[in-house]
């Protein structure tokens, strides 16, 4: 499986948006609402997929490179990885290793979770996080894996989450896709809390900061390949 930085995604959308030929190399540039709003035109969803370098099962999951095709071609699904992603970079069975003695504490993935929790208990990881939207204020879903006690069981719970986002997406009106969606999740039993309303902007500029200190980045599969075509 291939990954590129969100960064990347939107110098691509900021260049675009400005015919600029350049990159655009400060964030607080790159995350304006008007770059964001570019990646709906290749996104109907997004999600955050938080895990420790040590949940193991998670992390084969994602080593093992079928990501993209679970979540589809309409789903943008980010993860902290450990290492700077300006091109395109493999993920496979040496990734993901680097961070293993990271405290959680200052675990890039947690203080994302964190962010989006303050002032309430701060669910564990691992866990989605499915966002309303990338470029407004909004609220999220969170949903724990940590009862999932292998690689296989990891790959089954998110295909079927990421139907029911890809047709909570595809069919909800207007400011209704989270009601929709928890509702399904609700009927499906399948854990989860809503998080109150945050700047997506800010926990963007924020996340990005914790993980490139960590001398990391915030990725997706590249299945996302309009933006940069």
């Known amino acids: 499986m291939y990954v590129l930085s969100l960064a990347a995604l939107l110098e691509e959308a900021a260049a675009d948006t400005r015919n600029q030929s350049g990159n655009i190399r400060a964030l607080n540039e790159l995350l304006q609402p008007q770059n964001l709003r570019r990646l709906r035109e290749f996104a109907r969803a997004y999600c955050f997929l938080a895990f420790h370098s040590r949940d193991a099962e998670v992390a084969d999951y994602v080593r093992a490179g079928t990501l993209a095709d679970d979540s589809g071609p309409d789903l ?6 450990d290492e700077p992603a300006p091109i395109v970079v493999p993920v496979g069975a040496d990734s993901l290793r680097s961070w293993a003695d990271l405290d959680i504490g200052v675990h890039p993935s947690y203080r994302m979770v964190r962010a989006l929790f303050e002032g309430r208990p701060v669910p564990p990881l691992p866990g989605l996080v499915v966002l309303d939207d990338l470029a407004e204020e909004c609220e999220a879903l969170y949903l724990p894996l940590g009862d999932l006690d292998n690689e296989r069981a990891v790959r089954q719970r998110l295909r079927r989450v990421f139907a029911l986002i890809n047709h909570a997406a595809a069919t909800a009106k207007p400011g209704k896709y989270l009601d929709d969606l928890g509702l399904e999740l609700y009927r499906q039993a399948i854990e989860h809390m809503r998080t109150d309303r945050v700047s997506a902007r800010e926990w963007l500029l924020r ?23």
């Open 76 to 81: 943008l699904v980010l993860f902290t990885l």
């Open 207 to 229: 996340a990005f900061d914790t993980t490139r200190a960590n001398l990391g980045d915030i990725v997706t599969t590249i299945g996302l390949t309009g933006l940069t075509s």
